[in-house]
């Protein structure tokens, strides 16, 4: 294959992956438009991040501050519950979004700096804590955070692509970084609290 064909193929595949992150953002504002609810253009972003970037599991949540520190809330998150008790845990609090104070973690580097958190090999991150027993194994990890108006309110964690995470796919990304931004602040807004 000549090297123009292949270039030709990968300017293809690009735009039509562009496309495709381009209409999830649509479904999702659709979704809000039509006044359904926050929870289900939350999981359309999600779903969104996974299947564009190929990843196993993720998360998508908001930063909120319990009076001093900084803690996460999710706004969507993938059900990887690895035993009964997860699985309670799991359908009891995802749906009013679990909350994640512990901060010395891949993701908490995020929620602390407002860095975008590479990690193809998370066991041996200067950022890794590790991993729960019995927790699906965490191959890579791309951690983004999500600005509005230059002040970070949320952030999203993706986890186990093949081949891992690149700078590239993050700049790639930074589309839906913006829309899923507008609809945190959207929400919060809604809430009266910001």
Not at 2 to 19: I, K, N, P, Q, V
Not at 58 to 67: A, L, P, Q, Y
Not at 86 to 113: I, M, W
Request: proline residues 5%; hydrophobic residues 40%.
């Amino acid at each position: 294959m000549s090297d123009g064909l292949a270039a030709l193929e990968e300017l293809t595949h690009r735009l039509d992956r562009r496309d495709r992150l381009i209409v999830s953002i649509l479904k999702a504002q659709h979704v809000f438009i039509r006044g359904e609810s926050y929870a289900k253009a939350f999981d359309l972003f999600l779903e969104t991040l996974l299947d564009f970037t190929g990843s196993e599991y993720g998360f998508i949540g908001e930063i909120r501050t319990d009076k001093v520190n900084p803690y996460l809330k999710t706004f969507a998150i993938t059900n990887i519950a690895w035993n009964k008790e997860t699985r309670q845990f799991y359908e009891d609090n995802a749906p009013d979004g679990l909350e994640f104070h512990k901060l010395s973690s891949l993701f908490g580097r995020t929620v602390q700096t407002g860095e975008v958190v590479i990690a193809n090999d998370p066991k041996n991150h200067p950022y890794a804590a590790g991993i729960p027993e019995g927790h699906p194994p965490l191959k890579a990890y791309l951690g983004m955070p999500l600005v509005f108006e230059e002040k970070m309110i949320g952030m999203f964690g993706i986890a186990n692509r093949e081949g891992g995470y690149s700078q590239s796919l993050a700049d790639e990304l930074l589309p839906l970084c913006e829309s899923i931004s507008n609809f945190i602040f959207g929400y919060q807004y809604s809430r009266g609290y910001q």
